[in-house]
DNA sequence: ATTACATTCAATAATTTTGTTGAATGAATA
DNA sequence: TATTCATTCAACAAAATTATTGAATGTAAT
């Protein structure tokens, strides 16, 4: 093999990987799977698509080595194949934010409508959890908190959230976290809880991000392949 | 705007920009642009393109905010339109190498053809060259070198090398380095260097990384719109 | 064994992406 | 002003991607 003919092929194989991530059901899919392995209906359930056509699209990730696979009984669980691709999720994300008009400008009106939400970041969190300032609940379906959450968060599903105030202490900020900074629970969470008169402001980022900075991370049921650790 | 509607908008126009970055050529073109701001006869040159395919996919680069434009009199340059570009770029490379087979397959393939091939990082030739111990020489073509060059190296476009092979010192080790990981030259002019007798590495990455990561760089000509100092 | 259920496969039509060709535009030069 | 040259545009055919449907596979429970 000639070196352009490498050349073409080495082009071509890695165009085929950015192809995986080029499709608008694969990323948000990519997003969720970064918060934990999950079987195949509930990540349909979750992206709002047809199982068979979430089946494909997993596969697609799966023929890239973006995602593996484990069985599990009836279930095939799917994650992330490894810290890679996290990070390059983080790098697109980033790029789209900062390169991308209609991103922008979608993201600025977003925040326009609703003004007054407050934003703190991971290492502001951090912080103040030492301190015990604030409460932190997590907001995400329970089958993800279960997964793995940030340390001493507690679990307050979006769905239930109403049902749930009055367990609330109104003594202390309400931090409410989600997914990741695409991820909207948190912001759903906070709008209601400052119609509810409570002090409360979403993380920044979300809980993928936090996991991968490192930070203290807790879980409650141990899954398959009990990950005794988590990523660093 | 409902939150669904929004975070589909938001997904979709993500994937517009991670669709504009999934095709081989285009990679290329990055690359390539990750050097300096070329015109477009210079991108379709050198990456073999028609001049009006080369021109097309430069635009899709465009309109989704991955690379600006300037026009200096009859030429318009192009140039990544900023350092999140790079990022991803280089996050993407190390995904198709990290977690696809086919990639890494091919890249052993190569290395394992010519196994005598030396690679130095960045760190290590940064500091053998303050200590002068080696000559480095960039051999992608001159008009790359007069943009923006490794502080000290010297210009023996690879072509040309054979014919200039009688200037290089034949008391110090060679280190050649050209575009990146990707790029072939390095290898090419190392594995003629070697069998011409002298001692012979390539940098493991090449001239877009060393700038990026804020190492000692010089330029010729001020170019077009004259960059006095370089991205940190 | 039979049934239930999670997932995958196969086939199709609709849509999007791609390369090619030749013409059109825009800026410098004669 | 006419000419040259770099770049872009427009239009087409070929190829790839996508969603949908219903059938097929594989595992666990009855």
């Not at 697609?60 to 009984?73: D, I």
């Not at 991820?183 to 906070?190: F, G, N, R, S």
Request: charged share 30%; net charge negative.
């Amino acid at each position: 093999m000639d070196t352009r003919t490498f050349k073409k092929s080495l082009y071509q194989e890695l165009s085929q990987v950015t192809k995986a991530l080029s499709n608008p059901h694969r990323l948000e899919i990519l997003d969720l799977l970064a918060q934990g392995s999950f079987p195949v209906a509930y990540i349909a359930e979750q992206t709002k698509l047809p199982v068979a056509n979430a089946s494909q699209h997993l596969q697609v990730l799966k023929k890239s080595g973006l995602v593996k696979t484990q069985r599990e009984g009836k279930y095939m669980y799917y994650e992330l194949a490894g810290q890679h691709v996290f990070d390059t999720w983080c790098a697109l994300r980033k790029l789209g934010f900062t390169q991308n008009e209609e991103i922008s400008k979608l993201l600025n009106d977003y925040r326009n409508r609703r003004n007054s939400l407050k934003t703190i970041s991971s290492d502001e969190l951090n912080e103040m959890m030492s301190r015990q300032e604030i409460y932190v609940i997590d907001v995400r379906p329970e089958e993800e908190y279960e997964k793995g959450h940030i340390e001493d968060a507690v679990s307050y599903p979006q769905q239930e959230l109403s049902e749930r105030i009055k367990d609330l202490p109104e003594d202390r900020e309400i931090v409410a976290y989600c997914r990741g900074p695409l991820c909207l629970m948190a912001d759903e969470a906070v709008k209601y809880l400052q119609k509810e008169g409570f002090e409360a402001a979403r993380l920044e980022d979300g809980y993928a991000d936090w996991a991968a900075s490192g930070k203290a991370v807790a879980n409650t049921k141990e899954t398959n392949e009990q990950k005794s650790t988590n990523k660093a």
